[in-house]
T-cell receptor, first 116, second 114 residues
Framework: GAVVSQHPSWVICKSGTSVKIECRSL??????MFWYRQFPKQSLMLMAT?????????EQGVEKDKFLINHASLTLSTLTVTSAHPEDSSFYIC????????????FGQGTRLTVV | AQSVTQPDIHITVSEGASLELRCNYS??????LFWYVQSPGQGLQLLLK??????LVQGIKGFEAEFKRSQSSFNLRKPSVHWSDAAEYFC????????????FGAGTILRVKS
């Protein structure tokens, strides 16, 4: 199957700083990438959908200015958590799809963010 | 509104016993259905998916799932559980149109006792 790589796997940052998480499709071109957030003992919640070369579509309740998403190429999307606070600590997972309706979305291994 | 319900938060089964994880969905149209497995601290691995056709789908690691439209269910089964199957399992539903963002259930944690 296709491989999606997320980096870093874990990160600890100080409150008020920004953190960038990368999501790369290693062996296919990802037309669409999705960013999810998972709180402890809870399910994944979709944060935003990004299509290459266009602005991301954010889900209701997700702050666009806080969670900046860039999908500048067909193999890379980035999520930047700006001015991070302890409540932003979570597990962030991306997934990437090659394109058409019904095709499988492959998930990255996730990034554990801890804001202290 | 789209939703996925996994009624069991935790399930414990003995190694070698059969397993069934329940999933019910609410969706306005014919959905795509998925089961994923997540080991601690890891991303998600797709076990199987249903798009159309035969309502009994086979997946990896010996798992299968049956789509029952009348019951809005997509239960995951395995005839004989192995200790390595201990993980968290998520059922998800997605639309057929372009976009295909997924709505996940809350997950079921499977514990396997020897």
């Amino acid at each position: 199957g296709a491989v999606v790589s997320q980096h870093p796997s874990w990160v600890i940052c100080k409150s008020g700083t920004s953190v960038k998480i990368e999501c790369r499709s290693l062996d296919f071109q990802a037309t669409t990438m999705f960013w999810y957030r998972q709180f402890p003992k809870q399910s994944l919640m979709l944060m935003a959908t990004s299509n290459e070369g266009s602005k991301a579509t954010y889900e209701q309740g997700v702050e666009k200015d806080k969670f900046l998403i860039n999908h500048a190429s067909l193999t890379l999307s980035t999520l930047t958590v700006t001015s991070a606070h302890p409540e932003d600590s979570s597990f962030y997972i991306c997934s990437a799809r090659e394109g058409l309706v019904g095709t499988e979305a492959f998930f990255g291994q996730g990034t554990r963010l801890t804001v202290v | 509104a789209q939703s996925v319900t996994q009624p069991d938060i935790h399930i414990t089964v003995s190694e070698g016993a059969s397993l069934e994880l329940r999933c019910n969905y609410s969706y306005g149209a014919t959905p795509y259905l998925f089961w994923y497995v997540q080991s601690p601290g890891q991303g998600l691995q797709l076990l199987l998916k249903y798009f159309s056709g035969d309502t009994l789908v086979q997946g990896i690691k010996g798992f299968e799932a049956e789509f029952k439209r009348s019951q809005s269910s997509f239960n995951l089964r395995k005839p004989s559980v192995h200790w390595s199957d201990a993980a968290e399992y998520f059922c998800a539903v997605g639309p057929m149109e372009y976009g295909n963002k997924l709505v996940f259930g809350a997950g079921t944690i499977l514990r396997v006792k020897s």
